[in-house]
């Protein structure tokens, strides 16, 4: 008989992040996560659509940085969310170009993102698109189900909703408390913390 404690729900790593088993992770080696990041049952990375550059056009002569996806430390992927980098022509090639997150973003359940760069402290809700190239600063609430369109760029302290997306409010002063994850990162995983009343 087998001593083993059962297999959790997570996989915890090194560097703190929790990848929940049912996750879809394709081109983990184009995948980089910063820590402490949670990445929820059914989420889907796409790492596989990296950069397709030749070698002999990359700038420095050595190895092209192949980074798909990068994701900043506490983050946290909600069930059923996709993140894709976005794609377009360059020098007369198809191409996919990084996706990138800051620390402390929050991806509602059933989002897709395809944005260049998500900021710091940023809470995207459910059923939300986020268009190819859409850049978000920092300190930005994406409602529910609001869809953002390709290559819009949401500058900090913004409040977005809507099908097109467009400003509809600022974050208070004193409201950017609510941008912290660390809590919610310690409420996951194989051995859950209850939060504090």
Do not use: W
Not at 154 to 166: E, H
């Amino acid at each position: 008989m087998s001593r083993r404690p059962p297999r959790g729900e997570y996989i915890e790593t090194d560097t703190g992040n929790k990848v929940a088993r049912k996750a879809t992770l394709v081109g983990t080696q184009n995948i980089m996560l910063g820590g402490k990041t949670v990445i929820q049952p059914d989420v889907m990375i796409r790492g596989d659509l990296a950069r397709t550059i030749p070698p002999a056009q990359s700038a420095s002569g050595g190895p092209a940085n192949n980074t798909a996806v990068a994701i900043g430390r506490y983050c946290f992927l909600s069930r059923g969310c996709c993140l894709r980098p976005p794609g377009r022509m360059y020098k007369g090639v198809f191409t996919f170009m990084p996706l990138r997150l800051g620390d402390h973003v929050f991806v509602g359940p059933g989002t897709v993102v395809q944005a260049a760069q998500i900021g710091n402290h940023v809470h995207i809700g459910g059923k939300v698109v986020i268009g190819e190239f859409a850049i978000i600063k920092d300190y930005v609430k994406v409602l529910d189900g609001s869809v953002v369109p390709p290559n819009m760029v949401i500058p900090s302290f913004s409040i977005v909703a809507g099908q097109p997306a467009r400003i509809i409010g600022e974050i208070p002063e004193g409201g950017i408390e609510a941008f912290e994850l660390r809590d919610l990162y310690k409420t996951v995983g194989n051995n859950p913390q209850p939060t504090a009343p």
